[in-house]
């Protein structure tokens, strides 16, 4: 498997515009996370998803961001509008469920946002 | 809700010395525990991970830890670091049973010739 894959690696935008981050779960893995990681404020859960239903979103900071997940093998991050405090590396994970419990997630390599 | 504490924000040590990074984690409940490996610019890796029997977990690259019930810590050991561990490490945490993990502030290693 190639892992967990997202895109774009990064993306530079100007305040106010609309931001789409997407991720590949790994296949066959049941629940996905959205993460974002700042120097200030480190890893924050964002929101997770388990067989494709979100599950907690209390972690999303406003309701500028949503995230979806129409089918198990992707998933989709939304900042609309976007804002300079936004700028952060996105990551999307994924993991499986392994006789009859969750295990370790498995990380994508992430997207670096810069909102200017 | 669970909690995860790692004590040291920064470890500077010397080539081929031992390291011990430390992480105390906080939940009403049994926990599955984690330390992953982050290298510049890439996400998250499992370095190792406890989820039930031998209290003493190794990992790759060398790594160790130790599930301490009583004190509720998980440190992370290396007998001997190389320049090529410098990275940030977390602590993470998550219910047995659950689906989140909380992951801790990092500890960033850094390895000096």
């Known amino acids: 498997d190639a892992g967990v894959i997202q895109s774009p690696r990064h993306e530079v935008t100007e305040m106010g515009q609309e931001v789409t981050l997407r991720c590949k779960p790994i296949?066959?893995?049941?629940?996905l996370f959205w993460y974002r990681q700042t120097m200030m404020r480190g890893l924050e859960l964002l929101i997770y998803?388990?067989?494709?239903?979100?599950?907690?979103d209390s972690g999303m900071p406003e309701d500028r961001f949503s995230a979806k997940m129409p089918n198990a093998s992707f998933s989709t991050l939304k900042i609309q509008p976007s804002e300079p405090r936004d700028s952060a590396v996105y990551f999307c994970?994924?993991?499986?469920?392994?006789?009859?419990?969750?295990?370790?997630?498995?990380f994508g390599q992430g997207t670096r946002l810069t909102v200017v | 809700a669970q909690s995860v504490t790692q004590l040291d924000s920064q470890v500077p040590v010397f080539e081929e010395a031992p390291v011990e990074l430390r992480c105390n984690y906080s939940?009403?409940?049994?926990?599955?525990l984690f330390w992953y490996v982050q290298y510049p610019n890439q996400g998250l890796q499992l370095l190792l991970k406890?989820?039930?029997?031998?209290?003493l977990v190794k990992g790759i690259n060398g790594f160790e830890a130790e599930f301490n019930k009583s004190q509720t810590s998980f440190h992370l050991r290396k007998p001997s670091v190389h320049i090529s561990d410098t990275a940030e490490y977390f602590c993470?945490?998550?219910?047995?049973?659950?689906?989140?993990?909380?992951f801790g502030a990092g500890t960033r290693l850094f390895v000096k010739a």
């Open positions: 994970a994924s993991q499986p469920y392994v006789g009859g419990r969750n295990t370790e997630a498995f």
């Open positions: 296949s066959g893995h049941n629940s």
């Open positions: 998803f388990n067989n494709n239903v979100p599950i907690d």
């Open positions: 939940s009403s409940v049994s926990v599955y």
């Open positions: 406890y989820l039930s029997g031998s209290t």
């Open positions: 993470a945490v998550s219910e047995t049973g659950g689906f989140k993990t909380i």
